[in-house]
């Protein structure tokens, strides 16, 4: 029995169907979510914050004086203080009047006068105020990915909810590809977004119609069936729901991925094999998630090539980077093994109508390690 897909006889450009899935595409509103749930999330405009501390407090515990107070104080020429020093633990406001704090030991308060055996600068032992968090700073800067570090500063400013925005993912499994697929919605997750993942009955188009459903989702992702293989169903069925933008990408690995929307949700066909699905997710996905999330350009690497990288005109090659000695090194081009994912730092594309670069050349790469 022949499958009912088909690829067109010429294959769609990437930059071509890339520009036609990102099409009406915009970022998703934003909404306030508990700290724990918005790390990795896409940061949305917040306000400036306090600053913080708000005064100047102990940065370790000891007795608050006036450095002016101690001058020449030293283990030979103690000085004695008219009124026993005030104790401090870390994290006090220092009492009006004092500007350092000194340790237990420079302090002699087994006599009847207090005496100090060292002297102080203005602010030894004190954490300023504002020495945290300055006034007017921000948790994240808008766009910028919500990691640990910003969420330590937003404990410390007493928030308890980040205003974030979380693209919504439907993550459509079809029978074969479980593993594709779960690396996929693991990648979604790690990328910020809210996966929700369902598997299709069957393998045939009526199954996956079926189960296909993009409501409440921003982009529907289909892992598995997007080939030309007798079982091979999934583009078939988004025809039948939607609309097929393309099929066949000019992509290596990756050519039988598709594009498409039902409604105004984008859908990207994924092909089973996960080389060929992480090929597509990095061209085809991430686009359409960092515009959803609203987040800035993804930061590139640029470093010479430790050797040359050929390619063939008239189609998109995936190259996979890592770093030696100040140089770009290739682990895989057009084939990816599991390993060598494993192992990349960074990835490139050859544009369809490059023939490679010569070694030596510097290159811009994306990193896959925040």
């Given at each position: 029995?022949s ?5 067109p ?17 915009a ?10 749930e ?8 917040m ?49 009006d ?15 009847p ?5 060292a002297?102080?600068t ?10 945290d968090?300055?006034?007017?700073s921000?948790?994240?800067?808008a766009?910028?990915?919500v ?14 909810k ?9 993550i ?34 009526v ?18 069936g997007?080939g ?11 025809a ?57 350009p ?15 005109v ?10 030696k ?9 057009g ?36």
């Amino acid at each position: 029995m022949s499958s009912p897909q088909r690829l067109p006889a010429s294959l769609t450009p990437l930059d071509a169907a890339l520009a036609a899935l990102l099409r009406g595409v915009a970022p998703v509103p934003s909404v306030e979510l508990p700290l724990a749930e918005a790390l990795r999330c896409m940061a949305a405009e917040m306000p400036p914050l306090s600053a913080h501390p708000a005064h100047d407090i102990a940065a370790a515990d000891g007795f608050a004086l006036r450095a002016r107070d101690l001058v020449g104080a030293s283990s030979y020429s103690p000085l004695p203080l008219a009124a026993a020093p005030a104790w401090v633990e870390a994290g006090a406001a220092i009492p009006d009047g004092c500007d350092c704090v000194l340790d237990s030991d420079c302090v002699d308060v087994t006599g009847p006068i207090a005496q100090v055996v060292a002297e102080a600068t203005p602010g030894q032992g004190v954490r300023r105020a504002g020495g945290d968090i300055a006034a007017g700073s921000l948790v994240v800067e808008a766009g910028r990915r919500v990691l640990p570090r910003n969420l330590l500063i937003a404990r410390a400013a007493g928030l308890e909810k980040l205003k974030v925005r979380r693209p919504r993912v439907a993550i459509l499994n079809i029978p074969g590809g479980t593993v594709t697929s779960g690396l996929i919605a693991e990648s979604a997750r790690t990328a910020g977004a809210d996966v929700v993942a369902r598997t299709a009955a069957g393998r045939d188009a009526v199954s996956i119609a079926a189960a296909i459903d993009v409501n409440a989702s921003d982009l529907l992702l289909i892992v598995g069936g997007s080939g030309v293989g007798r079982t091979d169903a999934a583009v078939t069925a988004l025809a039948e729901r939607g609309e097929v933008i393309a099929h066949g990408i000019a992509l290596q690995p990756g050519r039988t991925s598709a594009v498409g929307r039902i409604g105004k949700t984008p859908v990207v066909v994924l092909p089973g094999a996960s080389d060929q699905a992480f090929a597509a997710w990095w061209t085809l996905v991430l686009p359409v998630l960092d515009r959803l999330s609203g987040r800035r350009p993804r930061k590139t690497l640029k470093l010479p090539l430790a050797r040359k990288i050929a390619s063939g005109v008239g189609i998109a090659e995936i190259v996979l980077l890592e770093r030696k000695r100040g140089a770009w090194t290739t682990l895989a081009a057009g084939e990816l093994s599991l390993g060598a994912i494993a192992r990349a730092e960074a990835w490139l594309v050859v544009p369809d109508g490059s023939e490679g670069f010569a070694a030596g050349a510097d290159v811009d790469a994306y990193m896959l390690r925040e």
